[in-house]
């Protein structure tokens, strides 16, 4: 896993990040994010010139409009706010790409689905249900949520069928920064299964790993462009430990304020098995429609290379 943080950490100290400060006149009382992009405009106001600071030598003219004041009548005019940003529902699912923030302080957010699914290996067929892919997200501040993820299994094939629990996956979601010109907006998530599944599925041992997800407005309102890189530990088929590292590219499409469409693509690869696991590359595609700001409904469908087909469809609600 060492790599793997070491990978992440450049990421982030490449738009270089630092913590926000007081002064910043964008805060609000408490941070939204974990940290936020030094950018040349944070450098101007950390300089402290006389315009920032309110004084112009003009008779004090420029710092009368930035009051509102109109010197002809003296009298005192407020600038109209800013019209807020509307507060709805963002979603992982359903995508493999997660949302790049977090549900926010006080919300509570249940994301569920199923995924029919089918595998080709050694010239065997096996189909397989995923439900109901329970992930539950609790906002405790306004930049971190804690997590827990819970699912179902079913695989069929002509040798065997098994059912039942998947380990349970836990862990919290820190978003870092928000977009600020060409930089992204960006979150880690620290999880890690918990050996509770049904003896068909579970593994012996906690499986930890990270996951780096930023995203881009490519097209503001229209088009945005979303990434993951993964690493987390995972067992092969001789219960030997791997790295099981995944890159993921999504381009976001807004069709209408509640219709929404995706496509993707995704990678995964073992670092280190010796049986039973090997590269695989998917394409998928997809819909979200948010019925109300707080639910939204989702369908999706793809392919993995040599892999087989999947399709699926969800439904999640914010509180």
Not at 45 to 67: A, C, H, R, W
Not at 188 to 209: C, M, W
Not at 214 to 225: A, E, F, Q
Not at 233 to 239: H, I, L, N, S
Request: hydrophobic share 35%; proline share 5%.
């Amino acid at each position: 896993m060492s790599r793997v943080c070491g990978v992440m950490l450049v990421c982030l100290s490449a738009g270089c990040v630092q913590l926000p400060h007081e002064n910043d006149q964008q805060n609000t009382d408490r941070p939204k994010t974990l940290l936020r992009w030094a950018t040349t405009d944070d450098k101007d106001k950390d300089n402290g010139d006389d315009k920032n600071n309110g004084k112009d030598k003009n008779n004090g003219k420029d710092q009368d409009k930035k009051n509102g004041k109109d010197k002809k009548n003296g009298e005192g005019k407020d600038n109209p706010p800013e019209e807020p940003q509307p507060d709805e529902i963002v979603t992982d699912r359903p995508t493999f790409t997660p949302a790049s923030r977090t549900v926010g302080l006080g919300h509570v957010q249940l994301e569920t689905g199923y995924t029919f699914s089918t595998a080709r290996d050694a010239g065997i067929n096996t189909y397989s249900h995923s439900f109901p892919e329970a992930s539950l997200r609790v906002g405790i501040l306004d930049w971190m949520e804690l997590r827990v993820a819970q699912n179902f299994l079913s695989t069929i094939s002509p040798t065997r069928t098994d059912s039942g629990a998947a380990d349970m996956l836990v862990g919290t979601k820190l978003w870092l920064t928000e977009k600020d010109r060409s930089l992204p907006e960006s979150s880690l998530i620290v999880q890690t299964t918990v050996p509770s599944g049904s003896e068909a599925f579970k593994n012996r041992k906690l499986l930890p790993g990270l996951v780096l997800v930023y995203s881009w407005d490519l097209i503001p309102d229209l088009v945005t462009l979303s990434g993951s890189s993964q690493g987390n530990a995972a067992v092969d088929g001789v219960q030997h430990s791997y790295l099981q590292l995944a890159q993921s590219l999504v381009v976001g499409y807004t069709l209408t304020p509640k219709l929404g469409a995706f496509t993707e693509c995704y990678a995964l690869f073992p670092d280190g098995a010796i049986a039973g696991a090997f590269p695989q590359y998917f394409f998928d595609g997809g819909f979200t429609y948010k019925v109300t700001g707080n639910i939204q409904l989702d369908l999706r469908a793809g392919a993995g290379v040599n892999q087989g087909v999947l399709a699926g469809a969800g439904f999640s609600y914010r509180y």
